[in-house]
């Protein structure tokens, strides 16, 4: 555990550096802060309307969240110290919430929640355009997508056998190959910085 004042944290993401973690807190005003590991402070990054879901940018400079500040939960992304203006990355009229930023910085995956087909796992690159393309879309809800380290596979999980499952497909290539890794349910799959293995949650909890 550590020292941080007694409140609901929920989605933690450590920091790139791992010198702190990014949590959103389920209080009144409902924004991300980060937890400085060496001075253990807790420090607010998010201003102006609730955000949750926070992602880094692999650089550690910029830090992504969902936020109904504009209307529907949209993206949005901010300088990381939570200093500068808010940007707003997407429009779209479905809930959308941030998962985790590709490795080599160019794209974030993220579950948009569609009245057709449920959650998906999408994506929206980070240049200019911030262009939205689906990575895995069914009739059965995914989400929670993640790339690995060394940007060649994509872990999510997916509930086609009726619970959800983890499961992993090559990226960008994502229709050629398809793979189960949990056996007794599983979601939130995050990878070891080795790439080596999957953490996930059981569906014991």
Do not use: C
């Not at 939570?82 to 959308?96: C, H, I, M």
């Amino acid at each position: 555990s550590i020292a941080a004042p007694p409140r609901a944290y929920l989605y933690p993401r450590i920091a790139p550096d791992g010198a702190g973690v990014a949590l959103w807190t389920a209080d009144q005003e409902g924004d991300i802060w980060r937890w400085d590991f060496a001075r253990t402070t807790l420090i607010r990054l998010t201003f102006a309307g609730a955000a949750l879901h926070p992602a880094w940018t692999p650089d550690g400079r910029r830090l992504i969240f969902s936020s109904e500040r504009e209307g529907a939960r949209n993206l949005f992304w901010q300088a990381a110290d939570g200093t500068g203006a808010v940007e707003r990355l997407t429009e779209s009229p479905n809930q959308q919430n941030a998962v985790a930023v590709s490795p080599d910085g160019t794209r974030l995956i993220f579950t948009e929640t569609v009245p057709k087909t449920g959650a998906d796992v999408m994506q929206v690159e980070l240049d200019g355009t911030h262009r939205v393309t689906p990575l895995v879309q069914t009739p059965f809800n995914e989400q929670n997508g993640i790339i690995s380290p060394d940007g060649r596979w994509l872990a999510y999980e997916a509930n086609d056998s009726g619970r959800f499952e983890v499961y992993v497909r090559p990226f960008p290539d994502v229709n050629s190959g398809h793979w189960q890794v949990s056996t007794g349910g599983g979601t939130r799959p995050l990878w070891a910085r080795n790439g080596q293995e999957l953490f996930y949650v059981s569906q014991a909890g």
